[in-house]
């Protein structure tokens, strides 16, 4: 009896820790699945419109609210907290469009939000209808609690972040620059905890990201009858070139949040993969460490620019010489770096004067050369984000670390870094590291992950927004 009464009571502990607004959270995460807003089909607008509804409901001012936009499907919500003044606002960004999903490739319908063994199934339950639903938990609780923040509580939940051409963040700098002015943004797309079977291993803190690049390698010549082969054959060169771009290796080199990453890993990891994070971390790094390191494609993504091979096409007849060949290469390029100097080295790569090296910009237009605009060096860690991130993550996570990284994906962040607004990734969903299935199937989140999450956003909102 007493080891079953002890026990209810731990159930009692652990659940008292998920807070009271978890209900709110899950209806309105459940709200948002069910709104496609995929760009094919879906409306981003109609998800806007329902938080608006939302905000509306708890008491926020229409006046402090807006749905705008480029177009009808594509309107953007902007809400603001009022606070007392002291600080410049803090700005939270979510997106509200989610990648496309086919019914048939799903175990459960994506556009419909399930719980099963303690997982919520759903498109956007992992990127980043999950954030959307935490962030409008916390800013819907704060309100009602009559909270008045030291700063004001701006959020944004926007358009196009994954695909179509209105993208919401960009479109609100260029247009509503005031309705979105802050000091700095917290972003909730990207990795947070990454766990192993439920127990979490780190805590990552976002803090710059690569950007995103595509080229196209072509090769033309005259062709002629297949009966008649001459050296000159566009297939020959584009493939010789891609077999000396798939050798190279972009030099290795480390940012003021990459090295913090590997320096707070270097006390995590263990036995060899400890000894190798050590070595790169030397001035100058260990050669065969960076070898090493590199076989895993994380690490490899995190110590270098890298250029990849996605498409290949080419002749038009299966009697006739190649005309044309082509090759797209998809590249991830490290913050301080411009897709043009990436597009002059991959001409050195591929040493091949036919072979020319173009650049596909946003639009899928060809461009014969990309911007020469370097990628915005990581921000400064500043204070007021990382100090209460630390402490926090310490009370709800004993022993876990927060650890500074750099995505390997995109995210809006591109466009607010680029408007001056010093960018971080912040959230607290735990993912196990094989359950990585943003943009996938059967994309899923762990309900206790959620609440965690939830109630980690709260209290890290009012605890920067407190002082
Ligand atoms: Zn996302």
Same mark, same amino acid.
């Given at each position: ?36 807003? !995929?760009?094919?089909?879906? $409306? ?5 419109? %329902?938080?608006?509804? +939302? #905000?509306?409901?708890? =008491? /926020? ?63 956007? !339950?992992?990127?980043?209808? $999950? ?5 409008? %938990?916390?800013?819907? +609780? #704060?309100?009602?609690? =009559? /909270? ?320």
């Amino acid at each position: 009896m007493a080891s079953a009464a002890a026990a209810l009571l731990l159930v009692a502990a652990s659940h008292a820790q998920t807070g009271p607004s978890d209900a709110l959270a899950r209806d309105i995460f459940k709200e948002l699945i069910e709104i496609n807003t !995929t760009d094919s089909v879906g $409306n981003v607008t109609t998800a806007s419109e %329902a938080m608006a509804q +939302r #905000l509306r409901a708890a =008491g /926020f001012p229409a006046g402090d609210i807006q749905v705008l936009g480029p177009n009808d499907r594509k309107k953007n919500l902007v809400v603001r907290l009022h606070g007392s003044g002291k600080h410049k606002p803090v700005l939270l960004i979510g997106h509200l469009d989610v990648v496309e999903a086919r019914r048939g490739d799903w175990t459960t319908d994506p556009f419909k939000f399930v719980e099963k063994d303690g997982y919520f199934f759903g498109r956007g !339950t992992q990127d980043m209808k $999950n954030g959307d639903a935490i962030m409008m %938990a916390a800013l819907i +609780r #704060l309100k009602k609690e =009559g /909270f008045k923040p030291s700063r004001d509580i701006i959020m944004a939940l926007t358009a196009d972040e994954e695909s179509g051409s209105s993208n919401g963040v960009a479109w609100l700098l260029q247009n509503h620059r005031e309705l979105i002015d802050a000091q700095f943004v917290l972003n909730h797309d990207g990795n947070a905890i990454t766990s192993d079977h439920g127990k979490p291993l780190y805590f990552e803190m976002d803090g710059t990201e690569k950007v995103y690049g595509d080229f196209l390698l072509s090769a033309a010549n005259r062709g002629g009858h297949s009966s008649l082969p001459v050296p000159d054959n566009a297939i020959y060169h584009i493939a010789a070139g891609l077999e000396r771009l798939a050798r190279y290796d972009f030099p290795f080199e480390l940012n003021s949040v990459t090295r913090g990453y590997y320096e707070r890993m270097a006390t995590i990891e263990t036995g060899q993969r400890a000894a190798d994070i050590k070595a790169i971390l030397q001035t100058p790094p260990d050669n065969e460490a960076v070898e090493r390191l590199s076989r895993d494609a994380v690490d490899h993504s995190i110590m270098r620019t890298t250029c990849v091979a996605t498409r290949l096409e080419g002749g038009h007849a299966n009697n006739a010489l190649p005309q044309r060949a082509q090759a797209t290469v998809n590249c991830r390029i490290l913050p301080g770096h411009s897709p043009e100097e990436v597009r002059r080295t991959l001409i050195d790569v591929v040493a091949d004067p036919a072979i020319k090296v173009q650049y596909i910009d946003d639009q899928g237009e060809v461009r014969d050369t990309a911007s020469d605009r370097r990628g915005y060096p990581p921000p400064p860690l500043l204070p007021e984000v990382i100090k209460p991130l630390d402490k926090l993550v310490g009370q709800m996570w004993p022993g876990l670390k927060v650890v500074p990284a750099m995505s390997a994906g995109a995210s809006d962040g591109v466009y607010t870094s680029a408007a001056g607004l010093p960018t971080y990734v912040v959230g607290a969903i735990a993912i196990d590291k094989d359950n990585i299935r943003a943009h996938g199937q059967d994309e899923n989140v762990g309900a206790e992950s959620f609440y965690r999450g939830n109630e980690f956003f709260y209290r890290y909102l009012k605890e920067i927004t407190s002082h």
